[in-house]
């Protein structure tokens, strides 16, 4: 039977890791996988998240089951921070722990077909996984151009998507800090989304990946939240992954917004609760214990939200660095500035990405994608150097 299956490529992203540990050179810079890094190259435990760990430890009286909705105070406080101050939208809303963003967006694409849906839009360049799943559940995608050439997002792209779509197609959105081009849309372009989808009753999906890292929670969250204003139905899917720096432990959760609550919503979360009994049984507790002690503790709030401001700030800082740079060789780097989150894409060839690689020992996606958190004020001129000196 086995002998049957098509050898798999690794994953080019996580293969990045491996290549990059087994770099020797001191000077190595790592701007591959989407990790937060401090301005000494660390990605350190929240000091939040190590209080909130030592008070679980100190008070967690079982490990028994909880059920495929996971730890249910964890997403319920997760809620107003997404949501904002009606955090059910009038009992619209009702969500379940995930293991990671990934098994949301799964849950949600998989949800969704089963409910009809025949085929999924989506703009690209996007994060290589989610054309993954859906190839992993055979649904159907098409593309459209997520930015445009001078590094703004393509609206009249999205809005053509929308508004082609056929009944019974979705749309996948990033909800802020787009991966891989950090190119989010205007707030009056998610207005426009948001009446385009009304309009048309094309289904969106909306992952929320990294809230907090691009102007700010409240302001990462206006443009889903514009959205579900306007839209009977959307599903969200939300990592806890960079706001909380819980990469390993897998924090995710899972929204269903339903046109009233009642009898759709609890027929749709029980389909998402049997799917995801069939899937992963139930979600890995630790991490999503951490976030809801956190949430119900001011001081630990405050002291997470004072953390997450200092990561934000240094990938500004980073940003506004490589834009006052102005150009590198043939790389005009100034729209980096006013582009948010932890990525930019950097129009390089392969054989560049290669040659940075191995002539100069810095790490990127094949597609050009840098993690701006990999640079540091030590690293950051040699990288702006070996970028001219491999593109001029
Ligand atoms: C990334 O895009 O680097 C992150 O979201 C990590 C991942 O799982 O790919």
């Known amino acids: 039977m086995l002998n049957r299956l098509e050898p798999q490529s690794p994953d080019a992203l996580l293969a990045l890791i491996k290549l990059h540990a087994a770099d020797e050179r001191p000077d190595k810079i790592d701007l591959g996988v989407g990790v937060y890094r401090t301005g000494q190259g660390a990605t350190p435990v929240f000091g939040a998240i190590k209080a909130a760990e030592q008070a679980l430890v100190d008070t967690q009286d079982s490990k028994s089951y909880l059920g495929p909705e996971g ?16 955090a059910t939208m009038g009992g619209r809303l009702q969500g379940m722990q995930t293991p990671g963003g990934t098994g949301a967006v799964r849950l949600a694409v998989a949800l969704a077909q089963n409910a009809g849906m025949t085929k999924i839009h989506m703009g690209t360049p996007s994060w290589p996984n989610h054309a993954q799943i859906f190839g992993d559940i055979d649904l159907e995608w098409q593309a459209f151009d997520h930015a445009n050439s001078d590094g703004t997002a393509n609206l009249d792209a999205v809005l053509g998507a929308i508004r082609n779509a056929k009944p019974g197609e979705g749309i996948l959105l990033h909800a802020c800090c787009h991966n891989p081009t950090g190119i989010d849309y205007t707030l009056e372009q998610w207005e426009e989304i948001g009446d385009a989808l009304a309009q048309t009753g094309t289904f969106p999906i909306l992952d929320s990946a990294y809230q907090g890292l691009g102007q700010g929670l409240e302001a990462d969250a206006a443009g889903l939240r514009s959205v579900l204003a306007k839209v009977p139905e959307a599903l969200i899917a939300y990592s ?19 046109k009233d609550g009642g009898e759709t919503l609890d027929k749709a979360f029980s389909n998402a609760n049997a799917l995801a009994r069939a899937s992963w049984s139930m979600p890995p507790d630790h991490g999503a214990a951490a976030v809801r002690i956190i949430l119900r503790d001011s001081d630990l709030t405050a002291q997470w939200l004072d953390e997450l401001d200092t990561m934000r700030e240094r990938m500004r800082q980073v940003r506004q660095y490589l834009a006052d740079a102005g150009t590198a060789g043939s790389v005009d780097l100034t729209a980096l500035g006013t582009q948010n989150g932890l990525f930019a894409i950097l129009p390089v060839t392969k054989e560049q990405v290669v040659a940075l690689r191995e002539d100069h020992g810095i790490y990127m996606a094949g597609s050009g994608r840098i993690n701006v958190a990999g640079l540091t004020m030590d690293n950051i001129d040699k990288f702006i150097g070996a970028l001219a000196a491999v593109t001029g």
Not at 71 to 83: K, Q, R, S, T
């Open 240 to 258: 806890c992954d960079k706001n909380f720096g819980l990469y390993r432990d897998r924090v995710g959760a899972f929204y269903i917004l339903s």
């Open 71 to 86: 730890d249910v105070g964890f997403v319920n406080a997760l809620m107003p921070y997404i949501f904002g101050t009606d």
